[in-house]
């Protein structure tokens, strides 16, 4: 018999959901947080720019049971994707659980000497302790923007200037007519450029510290869905835990690999015209490639094309009044500066000494397949796992914790079996594939193939490939195929 647990979800975006799904369809009591007024976290509209959409094909970008509609563009716009998740968590009467409004503000082991953890809970002026036997952690990789400051600031304030983080940009009405500049090399500062140039912005400038590869939604005239995201395209990455033969296999198709990936290089440099804007990255594509690699936001070489962004590469080194100082030396007259920056990684409401044994001196997480550390015992993370197709990413590892939390895998993990996979993992990253870093190590693209078997065998699943071989080794994960592999996990009930 399995106990029926009272479980804290923390997060209502695309993880949150799913977390929130899987735990109650197997009988526990969930109680969702949620501290923004709606569901949808990076997708809310109050926290997106114009113009916003999905770097990912809308039947990556989806729940195994729920596709995008029809009507839906491939890339759907921000509005549509949090219409989606709606549709999504109406389906499954999953709002029901959610408390809106409602801010974890910290997480303590609980002192009654129970397994599990007291949340810290704020709504309004509202402040209460709540005891639960387990805890979701799906806040997420952008909750907290990562804000930064450079010298003569207040002056460019004073002058009449505006500086604003990405996610402040939310109305292209606050640029009309300004000098834009955009700090940054991801999506977001290109998606925020472009609008910037069509929106009637005077000049936009597009400042960011070194040339990245971005990929275009079609490379060479094909979708790269049917390119990027395939088994075949995988096994080319130097992925972790290889045997020895396939060790001895990889190093004879080493020079095809390389020649494959040239191959990539020059089609991308030729299409987009990378040279003419001195936009070609020094690294090899296939050294770089994990959740930072940035899609092309439509209209951003055509911008560049028509001088409506100027492009620099560099950082900005202090304002003086409302001119920009450059690190290379350049001047730049402005208005506005969007600070296309990040966010900070992190749980702020885990007390420092669960921080410690979470997180290494390097910034990478200690977490066994991206979810769980022994460590912490009675929570684990949803979403963490991010990838280029994150709804099943946070779908597949919310189905494993649940099974976790009861003691339900088919492999479940001693605490050495979870240390020395963390370790093994963190070697890895560190010795063979520094991109994987990136995020705290919480990245599983381009892995998304090998990462979903490990959660697949874990958790007993009787099919975990297609029946067409060529189809399993040159589609795209399918969200449908993955959900007739979870359905063929044992399935079980709590209470
Ligand atoms: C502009 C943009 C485009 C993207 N496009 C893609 C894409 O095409 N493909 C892809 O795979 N990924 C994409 N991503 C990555 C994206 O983050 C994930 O796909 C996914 O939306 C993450 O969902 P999440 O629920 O894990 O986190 P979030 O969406 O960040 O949701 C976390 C939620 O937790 C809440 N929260 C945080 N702290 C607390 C607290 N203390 N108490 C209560 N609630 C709290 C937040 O308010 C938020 O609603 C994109 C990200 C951005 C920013």
Known sequence: MIERKKVAVIGGGVSGLAAAKAFDERGHRVVGFERS???????????????????????????????????????????????????????????????????????????????????????????????????????????????????????????????????????????????????????????????????????????????????????????????????????????????????????????????????????????????????????????????????????????????????????FDRYDGKTIHLTGGEKIEADTTILAVGWKLGVPYLPQEFQDKLIEPDGQYRVYRLAVNPDLPDMGFVGFNSSFCTVLSAEMIANWLVRYADGQLSNQPTTSQMNSNIDLMLNWKRAERPAAQIYGGLCSAPFHFKHFDELLADMGARKTKRSNPLAEQFGYPSHTAYGEFLASCPQYQAG
């Open 37 to 315: 007024h709606d569901f949808g976290g990076v997708w809310e509209p109050s926290r997106s720019y114009p113009d916003v959409q999905t770097q990912s094909p809308k039947d990556l970008y989806c729940y195994t049971d729920h596709p995008m509609p029809d009507s839906y563009p491939e890339w759907p716009k921000g509005p549509q994707v949090h219409a989606y998740l709606h549709s999504y968590a109406e389906k499954h009467n999953t709002a029901r659980l959610f408390k809106l409004n409602t801010n974890v503000k910290a997480m303590n082991q609980r002192s009654d000497g129970q397994p599990g953890w007291t949340l810290t809970l704020e709504a309004g002026s509202h402040r209460w302790h709540e005891d639960f036997d387990f805890v979701a952690v799906a806040t997420g990789q952008f909750s907290d923007k990562n804000i930064i400051r450079h010298p003569g600031q207040d002056g460019f304030v004073a002058a009449g200037g505006a500086v604003m983080h990405s996610s402040e940009y939310t109305d292209p009405e606050m640029i009309k007519g300004k000098r834009v500049v955009v700090l940054g090399g991801s999506k977001s500062a290109t998606d925020i450029a472009v609008n910037a140039a069509n929106s009637g912005a005077r000049s936009v400038h597009w400042v960011y510290l070194e040339p990245v590869w971005r990929v275009p939604y079609f490379v060479g005239g094909i979708n790269f869905k049917r390119l990027l995201y395939m088994r075949a395209q995988e096994q080319q990455f130097n992925a972790w835990g290889k045997s020895a033969l396939q060790r001895v296999v990889a190093a004879v198709l080493k020079p095809l690999v390389w020649a494959n990936f040239r191959g990539l290089e020059t089609l991308l440099k030729t299409q987009l015209g990378l040279r003419k804007y001195g936009l070609v990255p020094k690294a090899p594509i296939e050294r770089e490639v994990s959740c930072s690699v940035p899609i092309v936001t439509p209209g951003l070489f055509e911008a560049l094309k028509a001088g409506k962004i100027k492009n620099i590469e560099g950082t």
